[in-house]
């Protein structure tokens, strides 16, 4: 099959390489996915780049996609045969093959049916960005008749986040860095769009809940972003962090988080179970039970996620845009 590997790490137009590796076949428990779209995302870009360390001498980048089964292993029911699919976690948790690849072997509970109005492209956009904003949006419960804070609210993950806030019944504030991003925002359902960089967020957030605050925020930038949180946030709000680019170990003030009787929430997909301690499955053919939400979310039509870039397969090794901290590019995989 055709891959796009490293050997080692470094920026991609230095250490990527397209080239023909064996095509795996499907163990017990897993399924194997031709391939058709494969997701490029921040923490795949840091990956390559390191630190980390690089777990195997070599590793097929990348770790969304979508495509279509076309091997069930032992364990798995037949008439997974020829469903379109999309997948997450490809080359994480002791996995070297990704999804930059023709084809790959992975658990069947790393694998969803695709609806048939979500093209592949969309597809390979669902695990780290979608089922990221679906954690970042509901983890604290129910958002209906609530006002959320998007940061980011024109990102992959933000994108999405906006959506699903919206669609679930929330007030959405997203923040942006232009005018093209705050159309998008309102696109996706944004009842009020922030520039961060021409406006003071916090000031502006004041003056659209009257002096309140938000109950929730999904946080794209925790320690960059935390003074202004700590002014945004209601008494009795939460925060849900993904991503902290602009101060990784940022001074938490301790005493304003209790004294507002906050509750700060984190995660990260890598580290999301698939099955409880007893060996029971959290996943189905629909999907992730955590995103029972986000499937029907997209069985409604209501979603959208043009990809940023689609790049073929073979010369995407030599593309130095791929060394960009940008998610959602797409990378197609078929002929």
Not at 19 to 28: F, I, K, Q, R, V
Not at 132 to 143: K, L, M
């Amino acid at each position: 099959m055709r891959a796009v590997w490293y050997d080692r790490q470094g920026a991609a137009d230095e250490v990527l390489v397209c080239g023909e590796l064996p095509t795996p076949n499907a163990s017990h428990g897993e399924v194997r996915i031709k391939l058709e779209a494969s997701g490029v995302n921040p923490s795949d870009t840091y990956r390559r780049r390191g630190p980390p360390a690089m777990e195997y001498s070599r590793v097929i980048t990348s770790s969304d996609g979508a495509g279509i089964i076309d091997q069930v292993g032992p364990g798995v029911d037949q008439h997974r045969l020829g469903k379109r699919v999309w997948l997450y976690n490809g080359q994480r948790n002791g996995r070297w093959m990704g999804t930059a690849a023709e084809y790959i072997a992975l658990s069947v509970d790393l694998v969803t049916e695709l609806p048939d109005h979500v093209s592949f492209a969309e597809g390979a956009t669902l695990g780290v960005p979608a089922m990221t904003a679906h954690r970042a949006v509901f983890v604290a419960g129910p958002v209906q008749g609530k006002i959320l804070l998007v940061t980011g609210g024109a990102g992959a993950v933000g994108h999405y986040a906006v959506q699903l806030a919206s669609w679930a019944g929330a007030t959405v504030i997203a923040t942006v860095s232009s005018s093209e991003k705050a159309d998008r925002a309102r696109a996706g359902g944004a009842a009020h769009v922030i520039n961060y960089r021409s406006e003071d967020v916090a000031a502006r957030v004041l003056d659209i809940t009257g002096a309140i605050g938000v109950d929730h925020i999904a946080e794209v930038d925790f320690g960059g972003n935390l003074a202004a949180t700590m002014r945004c946030l209601r008494v009795n709000g939460s925060i849900m962090i993904y991503a902290s680019n602009g101060d990784r170990e940022p001074k938490l003030p301790v005493l304003d988080l209790m004294q507002k009787n906050l509750t700060v929430y984190s995660m990260s997909l890598a580290g999301v179970p698939t099955r409880t301690a007893s060996g029971r499955r959290l996943t189905s053919p629909r999907g992730p039970r955590c995103l029972g939400a986000s499937c029907r979310w997209q069985r409604a039509s209501r979603f959208t996620k043009p990809p940023r870039r689609i790049r073929p397969l073979r010369p995407v090794a030599r593309l130095a845009p791929l060394s960009s901290n940008r998610s959602a590019e797409i990378r197609r995989c078929g002929p």
